[in-house]
């Protein structure tokens, strides 16, 4: 699977990506898009693929049909420039990304664009304004995966409790805080009965936080953001959620 030649910087956008590599990765989906002639439904991109507003804008334009996406890195893409790309894919089901700071302008774009999406996967933590924004804007997401991240309790429970339509959650190997700075950070290790209660209603809970579990292990020693890097190649592709595996 292609992936960026970069090296990390201090500021935005973290990384630096040299030219060689970006040719690389433009060359080859002017290829791949031009074979394809619009009829790719499932874009997927390693967390180490750093494409550029530009490169994504051309994908976009030329992948109409798209059904799935997964990009886990989204450093060099611009607010316009995932919001351009939203407004072509009105066919996206699915969406694999990473936790960002300001979710309502990329959720609301997707409420009004994309009439079929049903399912979510979060690489990073999810906090409680990522889940009120959720709940906001996807209340009728039928699929939810947050594996391997940090979770506070409070975003949970607005899961839980606003995401009517919600099917599937993924929770597994998450480290659940109890509650957001400035409180001292409290890892619990176990769900409380309010919170299975409210899981009943879910056709899967999917979850995990077992001391011997080498998974959860990894969460916690990464406190909640996992460095892919440091583990197997394929260890992000993994998820419990069948259809958000790749």
Known sequence: MLKSNFIITPSEPYVYVDGPSDKILTRVLKIALSLSHGNITTLIFHYNLFVSDDQLTYTAE???RLKRLVMPAWNRIKKTGICKAIRVWEDLESLTMPSISNPPYLIEEIAKNCKKFAELKIMGP????FASTLAAFLPNLKILSIRCSMIYKEALNIVLDDLKELEVLNISHCELIEKPPPSPRRVL?????SILEKARRLRKFITCM?????TCQRTRYDEGLMRW???EADFWKVDEVKSLAI
């Open 189 to 193: 290790r176990q769900l409380d009965e």
């Open 229 to 231: 890097y440091k583990y």
């Open 62 to 64: 030329r992948c109409p």
């Open 210 to 214: 077992n001391d011997s579990c080498i």
């Open 126 to 129: 999810c906090h409680i304004y």
